[in-house]
């Protein structure tokens, strides 16, 4: 089988026990993201402070891969400022679209590498994406809302 | 009890079993319910149209024309055979889909006065089990013309629940749209119980037989129907060409969903009246060479006998269903056994999502299908986020069952579920 290659044992590990799983009573934007195809859902608070993404949390159903990428997004990305978390969403959209052929630079993406072998498989990496694209919405959703 | 199909011999027809999976493993198709696999036999019908007879039909009067037209009637004349309708009543669409829409827009069209005419007050009913193509058309009928959606819920068995049906089906009833067999639950609904309750009222019924018309013998006289829709690519037919019956009477009185060319009798700048139905139905150059293809479908599986079809059918549906129901962790959503029970089974496993499942599945060449399976509202009802379902068809064997089990087993340990 193949699937060693798609599940990795850090995504089975952050599926088993995913970070930042449980919605935070503030924030300053929420997202809701359906991807239409399977019917998976997410729920996501982010915090901004000062620049900073201080707070993501969420909530959802989902396969292993949207729950485990999410999972690691929500780590990655608690810390960053906004420029930066962008700039490490767009390496990881890169990757996703990379076709089996990128293995992701492990210094900006950390455990997200794990996530590569999912560009080989076209139907999974919308399940990659769905955290991280709910992620950007909430990003600029918290930036509009702290510009009026 | 063995199958009355050869399905090695069979399977030599359709050359996509030939083909290596990942990992060189063997195609087990398990998604015949999203589409059929095409035996040569199609394929050839399709190629030996556009070599030999293509030509736009209904125009010209040119030697092609005229054989372009002949493979098209008579492609008609099979199809209409094959469910006991008159071709005068068979209209080729584009899908399943399509049917069901021309049937809710030809109505959404009609004028006050006409029986087809929906207000405030009406209602048309469906039911929980619906595919969205036989769900929304109609909702969104309704919220047009201010009618009433309402619908048969199911029960915990996963069928449908008749007990209300007096009022559910009541005098302001003027549509009921129902499917043969749902694409989830497997469950072939009693049509007779539903169209004596709708004939008593006046109201219309449309069988959505997208399910049932590709697996077992289907009369839409007996079944005492006012309407129907299947798709040819779920029976051995080419994607693109799809089949709304209607009744004579009915399609008569209808007015026309699309316009154009070949649809009309006589046209000014201003106004223009409809040629007879099919033809009112039938707007633009149709899907010729595909309605000539499942023509070719509908004789193959004619050739086997539609009998002999359901027979292998339910050999398979209850050889998997004894299987499966039997697996540690894992859960058939729908009826437990084959009893009015069509070739459909779906299933969850605990602690595995569905899209997982079919991933892992995929590693051995099986090809399911997961997610809401186009029944999102189903779905809710019986709190799943999703299934995996493997749908079985004349091409299948209890190998390839043995196969599901085998991997479902391997799934579970990779996973660490069970
Ligand atoms: C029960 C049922 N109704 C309607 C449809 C729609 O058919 P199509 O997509 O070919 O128009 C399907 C196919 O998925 C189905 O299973």
Redesign the pocket.
Known sequence: MELESLYQEVILDHYKHPANKKLSPDYTAQVHHVNTSCGDEITLNLSLKDGLISQVSWEGVGCSISQASTSIMTDLMIGKNTESALSVLGEFTSLMQSKGLAKGDELVLEDAVALAGVSKFPARIKCALLGWMAFKDAISQSVTQQEK | MTSPIDVAALKRDFAIFDKKMRGGKQLVYLDS???SQKPRQVLDAERFFYENNNAAVHRGAHLLAEEANEAYEGARQIVADFIGAGADETIFT???????NLIAYSFGNSKPGSKFHLKAGDRIVVSEM?????LIPWQQLAKRTGAELVWFEITEEGRLDLSKIADVINKKTKIVAI?????VLGTINPIQEITQAAKKVGAVVVL????SAPHFQIDVKELGIDFL??????ALGP?GV?ICWGKGEHLSEMEPFLTGGSMIETVTMTDATWAPAPRKFEAGVPNMAQAVGLAAALNYLSKIGMDRVAEHDALLTEYALSKLVALPGVSVIGPQNGLDRGAVVSFTIDGIHPHDVGQALDGNGIAVRTGH???WPLMRKLNLVGTTRASFYIYNDLQDIDILVQSIGEAQKFFGVL
């Open positions: 319910g999203a589409t584009k899908s399943a889909t399509e049917s069901l619906e595919h969205h193509a036989n499917t043969h067999q749902s694409n959505d037989a997208c399910q829709a299947f798709s040819g690519h779920k994607t799809g399976h186009c029944a």
